[in-house]
T-cell receptor
Framework: GAVVSQHPSWVICKSGTSVKIECRSLDFQATTMFWYRQFPKQSLMLMATSNEGSKATYEQGVEKDKFLINHASLTLSTLTVTSAHPEDSSFYIC???????????FGSGTRLTVV | GENVEQHPSTLSVQEGDSAVIKCTYSDSASNYFPWYKQELGKGPQLIIDIRSNVGEKKDQRIAVTLNKTAKHFSLHITETQPEDSAVYFCAASIGNDMRFGAGTRLTVKP
């Protein structure tokens, strides 16, 4: 089946540094990938839609200069949290569209802790 | 845009009992309704889905029903087991635009 690999699964970084999270579709091509943020005991909050070869579409209230998204190939999208602060600590999850109305496959998530 | 509401937010059942989670959606154009199970510290996993041209779908102990007229759909888990304990999310989508419910934390007591 369709598998999405997300790395790292967890990361601890210092305030002011940047962190990159990778999302790879392993056995299919994903023209569209999505990035979510999830706070404890809450639902998935869509941050942005990543389209291969074009700029990402950000949801209202999400700072595009802080959360940089790159979707350079049909199998890889990256999310870079720039100048991270403790309030950026969260669980970040990516997903890839299977196309044709077949829904999404999610990555395993990345726990980011900024100290 | 689409708005998905999910109830209850928490659900506790005894092992072997059934569990039902309900969702409503607002956009009648939504045509795909997946359900995801999320265990602690992991990404959501698709457990079952249904399309707008189908009223019911079953996969072993899990079933989903869809009422397009009322714009609501439900997840039914029968013969619950402790390993069913997790957070369950419903979603409604039109093409690539998928919106999620707030989630239901299901606890199955042994």
């Amino acid at each position: 089946g369709a598998v999405v690999s997300q790395h790292p699964s967890w990361v601890i970084c210092k305030s002011g540094t940047s962190v990159k999270i990778e999302c790879r579709s392993l056995d299919f091509q994903a023209t569209t990938m999505f990035w979510y943020r999830q706070f404890p005991k809450q639902s998935l909050m869509l941050m942005a839609t990543s389209n291969e070869g074009s700029k990402a579409t950000y949801e209202q209230g999400v700072e595009k200069d802080k959360f940089l998204i790159n979707h350079a190939s049909l199998t890889l999208s990256t999310l870079t949290v720039t100048s991270a602060h403790p309030e950026d600590s969260s669980f970040y999850i990516c997903s890839a569209s299977l196309g044709g109305g077949y829904g999404y496959t999610f990555g395993s998530g990345t726990r980011l802790t900024v100290v | 845009g689409e708005n998905v509401e999910q109830h209850p937010s928490t659900l506790s059942v005894q092992e072997g009992d059934s569990a039902v989670i309900k969702c409503t959606y607002s956009d009648s154009a939504s045509n795909y309704f997946p359900w995801y199970k999320q265990e602690l510290g992991k990404g959501p996993q698709l457990i079952i889905d249904i399309r707008s041209n189908v009223g019911e779908k079953k996969d072993q102990r899990i079933a989903v029903t869809l009422n397009k007229t009322a714009k609501h759909f439900s997840l039914h888990i029968t013969e619950t087991q402790p390993e069913d304990s997790a957070v369950y999310f419903c979603a409604a989508s039109i093409g690539n635009d998928m919106r999620f419910g707030a989630g239901t934390r299901l606890t199955v007591k042994p």
